[in-house]
DNA sequence: CATTTCACTGACTCCAAACTCATTGACTTT
DNA sequence: AAAGTCAATGAGTTTGGAGTCAGTGAAATG
């Protein structure tokens, strides 16, 4: 049985760990803890009672979030589904933590190590399913004699350009907006 | 006819752009002021006689990296040359300022609005190079009816993912590893 | 009910970065 | 060669962030 602190407690903790994942997919990772604080009206020493430092807590917040939007993948990977069914319940679950994904993927290089950690495992869980989708005969036979991994690298190299240059694609959410294009030249692009 | 001191002070100029472009490159665009003043042998102050601000440096180092980059896609661009020519020449001058090209893409959403204005120009001068070579009769047979922005932005959304992902793919330079690896099989992906 | 614990507060310290400016001495001008 | 200019200096100032800590009152404990 929890008592009302251990309960108070770990709501304060979520409070803080959702506020930080909507401060930063809206200012990207250089907004500081006094916004975090702000924003969730909570006084800036409380985040260091949760967190001992700001880099700890934006590991803990990647690793929520790798957990979550793994599960979600996880979860849309029917089996015997299409390619394309694929792709767009890859973009669909995309869509739904785009903002934060963009921040994600354009400011791996200046976040901590663990977070590349995570945002390889995202990768490899994303990898994996269009591995068993492409590989599965029906499909095989469609698909040109080039190396799974390029077959994987394009299609996010793709979708990850979208997302990184959205500004010049679109004023709201990119992949919204062109998710059918993508997904049908791109099969376009693997097909024989 | 130029004074010492307008020789002198030029120099200096040149000197600051270059060390920050070394600087940059190396430690990214959080790298500070006084990181490059050490490395240019320089007092601190000095930066900010020949610049008003940093972000009035790193505007102009964009810049004269904008013209200087584009100027070797023009010079490498000869007409009715092939494909594989064509995007071999791309990436030989992309490996030429690999690291900091790197930085620029992977850091492009957190630096001033004009970065976003050099980046565009940049990828402009490519396509416009990349749609002649294709647009050319005996190319246009061999490839697939796809819209021309798509085959354009998934070659360099295969480039800039190998770039930013680079830390998954190899020690030193990314596109000198797999440069005939991406163009063979992006190839292979546009054509029939 | 008295005592102890502890989540939370907010004013504080510390630090590192950008930017300033009086001073210097070599160069330029007259 | 005297007077004026100005590139460069480096010791400041200012700003804004992360992280600290004594204090408070509600909750837990005995």
Known sequence: ???????????????????????????????????????????HGTI????????????CLLERFGLEINAQFHLLAEKDESLETFLAAH???????????????SEINVLPQEAKYV??????????HLNQVIERDQEKETIKEIPMHIVFNSWLGLIHYYLTNSYLFAAGSVLTDHKDELILNYIKLIRK
């Open 91 to 105: 973009i669909s679950v995309l869509i739904r933590y785009e903002d934060f994904y963009k921040r994600l993927i």
């Open 48 to 59: 260091f009672v949760h967190f001992p430092t700001v880099e700890n807590l934006i590991i």
């Open 119 to 128: 945002f390889i495992n995202i990768q490899s869980v994303v990898s994996f």
């Open 1 to 43: 049985m929890k008592t009302k602190r251990q309960i108070q407690k770990e709501a304060t903790r979520k409070l803080i760990l959702d506020t930080a994942y909507q401060v930063y997919a809206s200012e990207g990772f250089s907004a500081t803890t006094n916004q975090i604080a702000r924003a969730a009206n909570l006084s």
